[in-house]
């Protein structure tokens, strides 16, 4: 039995950035949250976030956004005029006096001008969340699923595959996010997800009517990623999450074996599962970086378009 050190730390760091993000946001605007207009989470706006280390694209490599309406929490620092003088804007195409250059909104150095390149915005929002609510919904399964499965199967196995499960699921839907920024580590907790279905499956013959555990591990599976179709919610982190899950369990997760052949076979699927991981993490950040191919149906995946203007920032 293991001590579950990693989830205490983990825990420990989400709940510190969480009353950081509140006490930046009422410094800037002398509210505690945001208004429930702009974040059903009951946290700060999307302008703190960002600056804390949101994943938001056009902090991360170069793209057409030059300039960006500011969130409430953020003065920019770019006149409608110098836009328009410096643009092919037409005239009462910008509706505000002043935009945010990438330099107001993405900070941590970013110079004007400079391209750029903030990698480490598919690391840090693991740590960061959207609000209160957020928070506890994430921590609700963290604390009791998640620190379990640290006792049952090791401090290091957990970790490698909660932080290489949020990292490809950040990774994962980046190129496709729009202007919408993104934090949680549901994409994390996807992948704890994926190794119980997992550890279900491979202790097959050990569970007294494994069919009935089956069926609700999907329901609670399917419910979930059916809950990710609406606004707020990355759901590409969840399927990048739940897929790096699965892979990185076969690869780390410790399993039974019941005979020759079970073990050839589950050693034929480790292996296998180390260059189908490593595939997907070099073709992540090649897609993001390199070929900018473009997805026109992609978008489908995080957001289900049931009114005008419902997913209009990841279109």
């Known amino acids: 039995m293991h001590k579950p050190y990693f989830m205490y730390i983990i825990t420990f760091i989400h709940v510190f950035l969480m009353i950081i993000s509140l006490c930046k946001y009422y410094t800037v605007t002398g509210q505690l949250m945001a208004p429930i207009s702009e974040n059903i989470m009951f946290g700060p706006d999307a302008g703190v976030l960002i600056q804390l280390g949101a994943r938001f694209l056009p902090c991360m490599r170069e793209t057409n956004y030059t300039y960006v309406e500011c969130p409430p929490s953020i003065i920019g620092s770019v006149s409608s005029k110098t836009i328009m003088e410096a643009t092919d804007v037409p005239p ?11 330099r107001d909104i993405c900070q941590f150095g970013l110079k004007e001008g400079e391209i750029p390149n903030q990698w480490y915005r598919f690391i840090i929002p693991i740590f960061l969340h959207g609000g209160i609510l957020h928070l506890l919904f994430n921590l609700s399964f963290q604390i009791r699923t998640g620190a379990q499965m640290e006792k049952d199967f090791g401090t290091w196995r957990i970790m490698i595959i909660y932080m290489a499960s949020g990292i490809f699921g950040f990774a994962f839907g980046a190129s496709y996010s729009g202007v919408s920024s993104s934090v949680g580590c549901s994409g994390s907790l996807y992948g704890l997800m994926a190794c119980l279905l997992l550890d279900l499956i491979q202790s097959w013959r050990l ?7 089956l069926i609700k591990m999907l329901i609670l599976i399917i419910f979930s990623l059916g809950i990710g179709l609406i606004p707020y919610i990355d759901n590409f982190a969840h399927i990048g999450g739940f897929i790096t899950g699965l892979l990185t369990g076969l690869i780390f997760m410790p399993t039974i074996i019941f005979s020759k052949k079970d073990l050839k076979i589950k050693r034929m699927l480790m292996i296998a599962s180390i260059f189908i991981t490593t595939f997907n993490f070099i073709w992540v950040f090649r897609q993001f970086y390199v ?9 489908y995946l995080n957001c289900v378009p049931i009114k005008e203007g419902w997913c209009k920032n990841y279109e």
């Open 207 to 213: 569970i007294i009517e494994p069919w009935k555990e």
């Open 92 to 102: 009462g195409t910008l509706l505000n006096p002043y935009y945010c250059s990438l």
């Open 291 to 299: 070929s900018n191919s473009e997805c026109r149906w992609c978008h």
